[in-house]
């Protein structure tokens, strides 16, 4: 190569790894904040994302499918997940987190307090003991600064809810993610019981989009609770065909005479909402950086 061809391939690498950095920069320092109800079947999956900080919201039945859906929303070169939530410790929800907590680097996760005999629950307690994850049981009135626009608010469960809890999904892990003007609230599987009490302590208010409790079990979602949380879009996180007739006939009605925006994870895929500004509502489809 000539001296002249050295220099203008030089020039060029250089280019292009400016090019690449200044690509990645934006990316991470991005205030855009997207939250993707992943479609991993029957469970829960969420993934909210803004620039380079990850918060992941139970994991679904299977880890091979969840590593895939992270695959397609975090860039291959992320290797971590700042907070992992583990809403309750019923397999449908963290039977995924397992391959998570394994694969990806976090830096901590957040329980409901509830613990379980099951050997995924064990599964999931030995790998946050073994990579010596900082862990966190989530309590009513906690609030998490995500960036100077994005707060998560723990709603529940309060200490009550898990020590009384006869079933595990009563501690569920409720908490509302608010960004400028939009909020997203995050239920769980929290049974119409605790739900009341919460709607008693005036726990609940006007949110946007609601990740509905239980993959619509009609031993939640009230009523009175769309009443007072009024959203105008609710997700069902589902499995197709699944053997306990999720979604029920009675939360789809309750919803339909409310007008709210039915969006199900087994009849449209991974349900994404994008935010791009604080003063804008949120919109469904991915944010582009
Ligand atoms: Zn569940």
Request: one cysteine or more; proline letters at 2%; a neutral charge.
């Amino acid at each position: 190569m000539s001296k002249r061809k050295s220099i203008y391939f030089f020039l060029a690498i250089i280019f292009i790894f400016g090019l690449i950095f200044f690509r990645i920069n934006v990316y991470v320092e991005s205030h855009k904040l997207q939250v993707a109800f992943l479609d991993v079947g029957q469970g829960d999956a969420i993934l909210i994302s803004e620039g380079g900080k990850q918060i992941l919201i139970d994991g679904g039945p299977s880890g091979q499918k969840l590593l895939e859906k992270l695959g397609e929303y975090v860039p291959f070169w992320d290797r971590k997940i700042d907070i992992v939530i583990a809403t309750h410790p019923d397999a449908d929800h963290i039977t995924g987190l397992v391959d998570v907590l394994k694969n990806y680097a976090v830096d901590e996760v957040i329980e409901s307090g509830a613990e379980s005999q099951s050997q995924v629950f064990k599964a999931m307690e030995k790998i946050i003991e073994d990579k010596k994850i900082e862990k966190q049981i989530a309590r009513q009135g906690m609030n998490m600064k995500i960036s100077t626009d994005t707060e998560l608010k723990i709603l529940g469960p309060s200490e009550m809810d898990t020590k009384n809890s006869k079933d595990t999904n009563s501690a569920s892990i409720v908490a509302r993610l608010s960004f400028g003007k939009n909020s997203f609230l995050f239920t769980g599987d929290l049974p119409m019981e605790v739900e009341t009490r919460m709607l008693k302590n005036n726990l609940f208010s006007a949110i946007n989009i609601l990740k509905i409790s239980h993959h619509g079990s009609r031993f939640a979602t009230s009523g009175q609770f769309l009443g007072i949380t009024n959203p105008q879009d609710a997700i069902i996180s589902v499995g197709k065909g699944n053997r306990y007739g999720h979604p029920a006939n009675e939360v789809l009605d309750r919803l339909r005479e409310r007008k709210i925006n039915i969006l199900r994870t087994d009849d449209l895929g991974d349900v994404v909402y994008g935010c791009d500004n604080i003063k804008n509502e949120c919109k469904t489809g991915t944010i582009n950086y």
